[in-house]
């Protein structure tokens, strides 16, 4: 993959490590930077309500 989130395979790595609530924080921080990068990489595509579906979800299993 040549476009991809800036330290991926540690982050990965980390979360499966970590398990629970870190693990869980740095799969968000990865799903956010690839929000970011489809974004920037492709800015016709609508990626709005995927982030608004990822983000509901999230917000629910973090509370």
């Known amino acids: 993959m040549n476009i991809k989130p800036a ?23 990865v799903m956010e930077d690839t929000f970011a990068l489809v974004e920037q990489q492709f800015p016709e595509m609508d990626i709005a309500e ?13 509370r």
């Open 7 to 29: 330290r991926l395979a540690e982050r990965m790595m980390f979360a499966l490590r970590e398990g629970s609530v870190h693990g869980a924080r740095e799969l968000h921080g």
């Open 50 to 62: 995927a982030k608004r579906d990822a983000r509901f979800r999230r917000a629910r299993v973090t």
